[in-house]
């Protein structure tokens, strides 16, 4: 089963705009959790990762926020600029090993 | 890529042939992970190794098996590649603290393709 559930799919985002994906797990124990940004034919790049103890995590347009009750977390990349088109994924695992991936999501920022 | 280079990067092979992917990394982490990723599925851990000659199975291990002989190679064995094997293969290394593992970093991935 999957442990680590992203929404939405796909999402095109006007330039400038903000972009959201969510993400919710199953496992209390988990306390890591990165987001990565993969482009075509690379290898996934980590972009911001939070761990339980915070609620927030901002680094320049890129913010985590982590409801630990509700078991979710969500990507929020304010301003987007068409070079944030690319796939993000997120993750979740205990002591940072064997991360368990949701999905991606395919985001499209239009000019 | 974080110092981590992944051979080949692209291979093509038979049912029912051994596969070896390699990768090296010039970090000296001390975790390294093989993960595949297909299509609706995200990334799913394979194997990890958190030393040499110490390994372990991770989600979607069967019909692979890995070998860490030196801190900076951690190889991917199809013992008989199979149709389903296609994908394309990443390798992730990290390094730790107080003995967690954080912040994977991961390679430039393997296209292999099983006919």
């Known amino acids: 089963q999957q442990q680590v559930k992203q929404s939405p799919q796909s999402l095109i985002v006007q330039k400038g705009g903000i972009s959201i994906i969510n993400c919710a797990y199953e496992n209390t124990a988990f306390d890591y959790f990165p987001w990565y940004q993969q482009f075509p034919g690379k290898g996934p790049a980590l972009l911001i990762a939070i761990r339980p103890d915070v609620s927030e995590k901002k680094e320049g347009r890129f913010t985590i926020s982590f409801n630990k009750s509700a078991k979710q977390f969500s990507l929020h990349i304010m301003d987007s600029q068409p070079g944030d088109s690319a796939t993000y994924f997120c993750?979740?695992?205990?002591?940072?090993?064997?991360?368990?991936f949701g999905a991606g999501t395919i985001l499209r920022v239009k000019s | 890529d974080a110092g981590i280079t992944q051979s080949p990067r692209h291979k093509v092979t038979e049912t029912g042939t051994p596969v070896t992917l390699r990768c090296h990394q010039t970090?000296?982490?001390?975790?390294m992970y093989w993960y595949r990723q297909d299509p609706g599925h995200g990334l799913r851990l394979i194997h990890y190794?958190?030393?040499?000659?110490?390994?372990d199975k991770g989600e979607v291990s069967d019909g692979y098996s890995v070998s860490r002989s030196k801190t900076e190679d951690f190889l991917l064995t199809l013992e008989s590649a199979t149709s389903s094997q296609t994908s394309v293969y990443f390798c992730?290394?990290?390094?730790?603290?107080?003995?967690?593992?954080?912040?994977?970093?991961f390679g430039p991935g393997t296209r292999l393709t099983v006919t």
């Open positions: 190794s958190y030393g040499v000659k110490d390994t």
């Open positions: 993750a979740a695992s205990k002591d940072g090993n064997k991360l368990v």
């Open positions: 970090e000296n982490h001390r975790y």
């Open positions: 992730a290394i990290s390094d730790s603290r107080a003995g967690v593992a954080y912040e994977q970093y």
